[in-house]
């Protein structure tokens, strides 16, 4: 019991480090509009914001 809380502890650290440090803000403007759209990169996908 005492092993599975440690680890499930340990696990939400390491994943909440990870997601500190994922994000990447950045923006881009679309030819068509001209417009400039802000977004984020999490891993390796980039989202808008």
Known sequence: M???LI???VLIFA???SCINAQ???SFTD???GK???TVKIGN???MA
């Open 24 to 26: 990447t803000t950045k």
């Open 31 to 33: 030819s068509q509009d």
């Open 2 to 4: 005492k092993r599975v």
């Open 15 to 17: 994943l909440g480090m």
């Open 36 to 38: 400039t759209y802000k």
């Open 45 to 47: 996908q980039v989202w």
């Open 7 to 9: 680890l499930t502890i």
